[in-house]
């Protein structure tokens, strides 16, 4: 093909229902409903006929607060978010929530409590001892991360500013099915693996935060949940940026948002309002990963040791007997169209992720493959 010719195929829109799109299991950023792929699309040239796209638009135009005013109240409707909270949409990404977290609930205290269930609990209690001491109060890390302490063993320091627990380990796949008791101290909570994949009592958290790359669109935003009454003893000198307080008055934009990244959110709400909410949400989302789940335990070449009670619905990680053949399952798996499967690069091994994007159809062909390849190894 000479040069001219190559332009003028690259001019050429490729209509986004000839694009070849596979069965994306990463963990994050991850896969998004095709529905919400193809509206992106619809919409880049010109929103709406307002005759630029959303990349080009002012984050304080009235139609892009339009998106966000109806982004907050679809997100109040889907999790039943008492107006005693706050709800901020944020850059930094929950990296920066493991921070702004004891900045903002610290007061004039010099400890909080952490429960220890892996790598992200892990990072979160390193970013919080730059600020505070951290007493664990329940450490997994003796049991290797396979499960969470019971609850009877778990040893709270009263003096601390909080509880901090992560919601689903995205890496070991460990996942909390049942709420802590911070005994009477403000409960704090990342969500940012599960977050709109399941039922949440927001009103026994004190503040909830998610980085929006897994659930709620694509890498950029982070959604922040916080009960206004704990934001009394913020330090006066904290940098306006680190302060919910001051995001709260400005309504989230403090500085240019992340505009796009807000958009996508806001069609994400409305796709999970379509598909029947997070109750519907949750029942699809036990029934995939209970199809992953009865596989590995029924198998004789793939294990999860994460213990029954604490599996993640939302990343399925498994082993296989050698690293060699993890390797040719990944590369076959590829092959066939099953993509973003190696686990984590600190673990190895293979992590299917199944959050509210993927289809219950996908689930069942990895399990189909998976069968397939364990039975031509048998
Ligand atoms: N917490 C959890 C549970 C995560 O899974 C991740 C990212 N995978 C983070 C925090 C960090 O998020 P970010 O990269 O957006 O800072």
Redesign the pocket.
Known sequence: MKATETQAAADTPVPYGTARRVYYFG??PAMLPDAVVRELQQELPDYRGIGISILEMNHRSDTFQKITEQAEADLRGLMLIPDEYAVLFLHG????QFAMAPLNLLGDRSSANYVNTGY?SV?AMREAERLCSVHVAADAGACGYQGIPPREQWQLDKAGAYLHY?V???IGGVEFHWLPDPQGLPLVA?M??MILSRPVDVPRHALIYA?A?KNLGI?GL?LVIVRRDVLHDVPADTPSMLDYREHIRARSLLNTPPVFAWYVAAKMLTWLKEQGGIAAMAARNQHKAGILYELLDGSGLYRNQVERACRSWMNVPFRLAEQRLETVFLQQATAAGFVGLAGHRSVGGIRASLYNAMPEAGVHALAEFMREFERTRA
């Open positions: 963990a994050g990404g929950a990296a920066l992200w990072r992560t689903n380990e995205t990342d940012t693996s980085a790359q890498a982070t």
